[in-house]
């Protein structure tokens, strides 16, 4: 399974790490984003966990990535 990067000039997409911990929980507590979203605002622990969780996953391997539970 290849890994997930994408860069260009403006945009750098990338497995979450736990450097992203900021910029994520910033996205991942916001009520104004998750009101649209299929989660629920998280602390920043749960941000924490998330990333920790999800770092060894790859995005488009089958049964692996679920967004819903997380």
Known sequence: MEILKIQTTS??????????LSDF???RSNPAVSQYQG???MTIKQAEEFIKANS??????EAEWDNRKG
């Open 11 to 20: 945009l750098n997409i990338h497995h979450l790490e736990l450097a992203d």
């Open 25 to 27: 929980y910033i996205y």
């Open 39 to 41: 989660f629920d605002v």
């Open 56 to 61: 060894k996953k790859h995005f488009g391997k």
